[in-house]
């Protein structure tokens, strides 16, 4: 089945793109024009059906028939950004919803839709002005007055969060400081430790014969020496050993 109509510029250009038709509606043709706007309610309420069932792709598709045929109609922009919204499109819920609003600026659930995606997205202070502004269109909205106390938590909850978040990197980047100090003063004492042990070998190696008491000395520093260096930390072992072997090697 196809048509076409010619309209004045008063109606928009209409379109949809079905099974076999396409539309071009005019108020001069009544029939059509009403017909065009019943099947757009029919998409209407069959993707409030999608969206209770939780087919979010399949209401937002048919919601957008809808719109195809009515683009201007503030309930499909509503209903289509609930529908984003629960799809997880927040950027696209939040483009409805504006929409909805300049096509419909006084009514409260344009407010409501636009809140709500802001509210997604963590723009908390943009979330509540923007429920404050449905609430003067209707004063008293209890749903708007909730939303508004919706936000105040979880913006105080995100907030919380996010300190947590920064303490534990803060911590976390600490103790990695922490473990690159030890690290370091760990390789510096090794360092020093094993000058000391080069001093005492230079010592030791400068006696040509010795005396069976310095050779005693001699042993027991070397095995001192290399137990502590497997071990890789000075001890005073091995300090008292090389100063037994350097007063032996003094006599």
């Keep these: 089945m196809n048509f076409e109509i010619t309209f004045d510029l008063r109606y928009p250009k209409l379109t949809f793109e079905g099974p076999s038709f396409k539309l ?141 978040e920064n303490a534990e990197k803060e911590a976390a980047r600490l103790a990695q400081e922490a473990v690159a100090k030890a690290k370091a003063d760990e390789e510096a004492l090794l360092a020093s430790f094993m000058d000391e042990v080069e001093a005492l070998e230079d010592q030791a190696n400068t006696v040509k014969k010795p005396a069976p008491a310095a050779e005693e000395a001699y042993n027991t520093w070397t095995h001192t020496f290399h137990s502590l260096a497997m071990a890789r930390q000075p001890h005073d072992a091995f300090q008292t050993s090389g100063t037994q072997l350097y007063r032996v090697l003094s006599e």
């Design 24 to 164: 071009i509606m005019n108020q001069e043709d009544d029939d059509a024009l009403r017909a065009a706007l019943a099947q757009a309610e029919q998409f209407k309420n069959e993707g409030n059906e999608a969206l209770k069932e939780k087919d979010y792709a399949e209401a937002i598709r048919l919601y957008t028939c809808a719109l195809d045929l009515d683009p201007t109609n503030a309930i499909y922009l509503s209903n289509r950004s609930a529908a984003h919204l629960s799809n997880d499109s927040k950027t696209k819920a939040l483009r409805d919803a504006e929409a909805c609003i300049e096509h419909k600026p006084n009514w409260w659930k344009g407010y409501m839709r636009k809140g709500a995606a802001e509210h997604a997205l963590n723009r908390f202070d943009l979330a509540k002005q923007t429920y404050f502004r449905g609430l003067e269109k209707d004063p008293g909205n209890a749903s708007l007055q909730d939303a508004i106390e919706d936000v105040r938590v979880a913006q105080e909850a995100y907030s919380l969060q996010l300190k947590k």
